[in-house]
C-alpha cells in the first residue's frame, strides 16, 4: 500500500510544476493516513468494546457490499471491506470556483483523475486558504466538506465515521455510488461520470430496498428521496434565472444586480420549502457560505445525462451489459458521448 502511494506521488511531481508539489503533498499524506486508520470490520465486529450501533451499521454494510457484487456486478474487491475512524466531520473539502457572471466552473487537471471541476483538501484550513486566493481573483467560491469520495480502484476505499452512520438507503446508495466510479471513468469528464454514478446507485438502492429492505426503510427512503427532488427543483430554478440573466443584453453592473436579487429569492424559496417540510434543516449546511455561483456551477453534473443512462440501462437488461455499454461510451468523444446519451433519453419510453 505504501509503496503505490509513493508511486503515484512521485508520477504527480515528475508531470506537474513547483506551486503543485504542495497540493499533492497534502493529497498523499491525507490518503495515506485515511487508509492507515482503517480496520477489517470483522476486527469492529469482534471488539467487545465497540460501539453497539456502530457494529450494526457495519453488519449492514457487508450486507450492502455482498449485494453490490452479486446484484449489481460491481468491483469485487477489498473496498468497504474496512472501517476508519476519521475523527472529524468529513473526508475531505472541495473547492468549486467559477467566474462572477458564469456558471461555468473552474477545472484543475490531475495526472491520474485527469481534469476535474473540484480541487479537494484533507484539511479544512488549506481549503479555505486556497478559496481565499481564489475570491481575491474575482471567482465565486464554495468551500463543502465531503463525506465520501472514490480512489478510482487505485487503494481499497474504507467504510469512514463521516457517513457510516446514514440511514440504510443512503449509507447503501453513497457505496454504489462510489464503487460505480471504479467500474467505469471517463477521464476530463465530470458530468459523464457523476451521472452515470448516480444512475448506478438510483437503480441499484430501488433493487436493494425490493430485496432487503423492510417497509419502514423503503419509507423513509422515498420520503429523502422527496426532499432532494424539491430542492434541487429550487436550485435548477435558480440556476436557469442566473443563466438567462448572464445570457442577457444587460450591462455587467445590471447583471450583478439581477444576481444578488435571485439568490436572496432563492433564501426565501428556501425558508418556504422548509415549512412545507415541516421544518426539515437537512440542506441547511448548503447556506453556510454566502451564496454563489460556485454553490449551482455543479448542480446539473449529477443528475443531467442520467435520463439517458437510465434508457441505456433498461435497453442493456443488466448490469454487467450496461456497464460494457458505457465503457464504449467512455471511449468516444466528449461530444459524441453526449450526443448518444440524449438520443438515448429522447427515445426513451415515458
Not at 452512520?165 to 453513497?174: F, H, I, S, V
Given at each position: 500500500m505504501k509503496a503505490r502511494l509513493c508511486v503515484v506521488f512521485c508520477l504527480a511531481l515528475l508531470v506537474s510544476g513547483c506551486a503543485q508539489i504542495?497540493?499533492?503533498?497534502?493529497?498523499?499524506?491525507?490518503?495515506?493516513?485515511?487508509?492507515?486508520?482503517?480496520?477489517?470490520?470483522?476486527?469492529w465486529l469482534a471488539d467487545p468494546g465497540a460501539d453497539a450501533e456502530l457494529k450494526a451499521k457495519l453488519a449492514r454494510s457487508k450486507q450492502i457490499r455482498r449485494f453490490a457484487v452479486t446484484e449489481l456486478d460491481l468491483p469485487d474487491n477489498r473496498s468497504y471491506t474496512e472501517y476508519a475512524d476519521l475523527q472529524r466531520p468529513y473526508a475531505l473539502w472541495n473547492v468549486v470556483a467559477a467566474p462572477a457572471l458564469s456558471l461555468t466552473p473552474e477545472q484543475w487537471c490531475f495526472p491520474i483523475a485527469g481534469c476535474v471541476n473540484y480541487r479537494g483538501y484533507f484539511s479544512e484550513a488549506a481549503a479555505q486558504k486556497f478559496a481565499a486566493g481564489l475570491r481575491q481573483q474575482g471567482y465565486d467560491v464554495q468551500v463543502s466538506g465531503v463525506p465520501a469520495y472514490s480512489t478510482l480502484g487505485w487503494f481499497n476505499d474504507p467504510l469512514l465515521s463521516t457517513f457510516i452512520?446514514?440511514?440504510?438507503?443512503?449509507?447503501?446508495?453513497?457505496m454504489f455510488h462510489e464503487l460505480a466510479h471504479q467500474t467505469v471513468y471517463a477521464k476530463?469528464?465530470?458530468q459523464f461520470n457523476e451521472s452515470f454514478a448516480t444512475t448506478?446507485?438510483?437503480?441499484?438502492?430501488?433493487?436493494?430496498?425490493?430485496?432487503?429492505?423492510?417497509?419502514?426503510?423503503r419509507d423513509a427512503y422515498v420520503q429523502f428521496e422527496g426532499l432532494k427532488e424539491d430542492f434541487l427543483a429550487l436550485l435548477l430554478k435558480c440556476r436557469a434565472q442566473l443563466a438567462a440573466n448572464y445570457a442577457s443584453d444587460l450591462s455587467d453592473a445590471q447583471k450583478l444586480q439581477r444576481k444578488v436579487a435571485i439568490f436572496v429569492e432563492l433564501q426565501q424559496n428556501y425558508q418556504q420549502l422548509k415549512l412545507q417540510w415541516g421544518g426539515y434543516t437537512g440542506f441547511d449546511r448548503w447556506f453556510a457560505e454566502p451564496l454563489s455561483n460556485a454553490h449551482l456551477a455543479l448542480v446539473a453534473t449529477y443528475y443531467d445525462l442520467v435520463p439517458g443512462f437510465r434508457a441505456l440501462l433498461a435497453q442493456q437488461k443488466n448490469f454487467k451489459n450496461f456497464y460494457a455499454a458505457v465503457a464504449q461510451l467512455a471511449a468516444l468523444s466528449k461530444e459524441e458521448r453526449r450526443k448518444q446519451l440524449d438520443e438515448l433519453a429522447r427515445k426513451a419510453p415515458i
Open positions: 504542495a497540493y499533492y503533498g497534502q493529497a498523499a499524506h491525507g490518503q495515506f493516513s485515511l487508509l492507515d486508520r482503517a480496520c477489517p470490520i470483522d476486527d452512520k446514514y440511514p440504510d438507503g443512503e449509507l447503501a446508495r453513497l476530463d469528464d465530470t448506478v446507485e438510483q437503480a441499484g438502492v430501488e433493487r436493494w430496498l425490493d430485496a432487503a429492505g423492510s417497509q419502514k426503510m
